[in-house]
């Protein structure tokens, strides 16, 4: 019946008002220029390159983001590793302190073709767990990195990849870090409570969300 589908197109609505409105997601797009400035670059280059966030450098290159006091989150992502060589890597980091030297990392090596985390304490590494795991290094991937408690649960495609457990660092800042690499990382999504939307993407999300709910009611 007609009233049927309205119920469900007027459902739909509302679940996607209530996404665009939530509080507690933040998202880099790297669309428009000054959202690297929400990025605290800690070593290497790093710059808004082709709709992405650029990261490079001949050692260690990383950029912090977000608040100090986050704990238990999601970060989803877009990644490409743009540089071949005798390293070609991008991590993601959680649970990063404002100097960058305590962090976990969550490091797809494409030259080692494996998944790695690995623990920063003082700017000390620790390798933690490495599994073996095939990488495309032509083409974007897709990264999640979920911190709950004690629990780091590493993603790659979709599919879960690694998981570990440490007490050490209970809260801090996402990040993304290369060492003797270039990659590029893009649609960067922070879920988590307490996490507060920027102005921009809130904006740019209602903006998107409100043509989807037109569209939806025309239809």
Not at 45 to 67: R, V
Not at 84 to 93: E, M
Request: hydrophobic share 35%; proline share 1%.
């Amino acid at each position: 019946m007609e009233v049927k589908h309205d119920f469900a197109r007027i459902g739909s609505v509302l679940v996607l008002f209530a996404l665009a409105i939530r509080g507690d997601a933040l998202l880099w797009d790297f669309n428009k220029k000054g959202q690297e400035n929400d990025w605290k670059v800690i070593s290497g280059e790093c710059e808004i390159d082709q709709d992405a966030y650029k990261i490079s450098h001949n050692a260690e290159g990383l950029a912090i983001a977000g608040e100090s006091i986050w704990t238990d989150y999601t970060i989803t992502c877009k990644a490409r590793l743009t540089k071949p060589g005798d390293f070609n890597n991008i991590a993601i980091c959680v649970r990063a302190s404002d100097d960058g030297q305590n962090e976990y990392m969550f490091m797809l090596e494409g030259k080692r073709q494996q998944a790695e985390w690995w623990k920063k304490i003082g700017g000390q590494y620790t390798e933690i767990k490495a599994v073996a795991l095939e990488i495309d290094t032509q083409d974007w991937f897709q990264v999640k990195v979920i911190t709950k408690g004690d629990t780091f649960e590493g993603y790659y495609g979709g599919q879960l990849i690694s998981e570990i457990k440490d007490k050490d660092l209970r809260k801090g800042k996402v990040g993304a870090r290369v060492y003797g690499s270039t990659a590029h990382i893009d649609d960067f999504d922070v879920n988590g409570k307490g996490i507060e939307p920027s102005p921009v993407n809130a904006k740019d999300k209602l903006t998107t969300t409100w043509h989807s709910i037109k569209t939806t009611v025309e239809h």
